[in-house]
């Protein structure tokens, strides 16, 4: 029953990152690129207040589901789906600490009306990096949906 429990937080755990992830990507990235560059600091700087630390602890939860998994799932290919997960999860903290984290630092630093032509426009950059950790967040949906549903 507790691998049944921890399979359910990790399932969760990463389809709500994946969803959010997916969200951003096919809408309120184009959004922001559509934005002038004062409203889109503006935005970018309301946005990140939602979604802080939700997103982190959640991401956390679902990777220390996968690694109970590995150590408390019945066979050998179960723990090695929760266990490449995992990996997947760390991914998703890594490139959003040293990618995506320190772009949003920046961004938060920047004062609408004050940017002037030759501002260096984030956007690009932030895509970047946020198409890397959804793709992990993605990977490790898939393989924690394979797992969850073989768990006997």
């Known amino acids: 029953m507790f691998t049944q429990i921890l399979g359910g937080v990790t399932l969760l755990g990463t389809g709500l990152v994946a969803g959010v992830f997916f969200a951003v990507a096919v809408s309120v990235l ?14 970018h700087q ?24 590995v150590v408390t799932a019945p066979t050998t290919g179960l723990r090695l789906l929760f266990a490449a997960s995992a990996l ?12 995506n984290v320190p772009i949003n630092k920046v961004v938060a630093t920047m004062r609408p ?5 030759d501002w260096p426009d984030p956007r690009p950059r ?11 967040a993605f990977g490790a949906l898939g393989l924690t949906s394979a797992a969850a549903v073989l768990l006997p």
């Open 30 to 43: 184009p959004t922001l690129f559509a934005l002038k560059p004062d409203d889109y600091v503006v935005t």
């Open 46 to 69: 309301l946005l990140g207040k939602g979604y802080h630390p939700y997103m982190p602890i959640i991401v956390t939860a679902a990777l220390l589901a996968d690694v109970a998994l």
């Open 88 to 99: 997947l999860l760390v991914g998703v903290q890594v490139v959003s600490q040293f990618g």
């Open 113 to 117: 009306g004050a940017l002037g032509a």
């Open 126 to 136: 932030w895509r970047q990096w946020h198409v890397l950790r959804t793709s992990c």
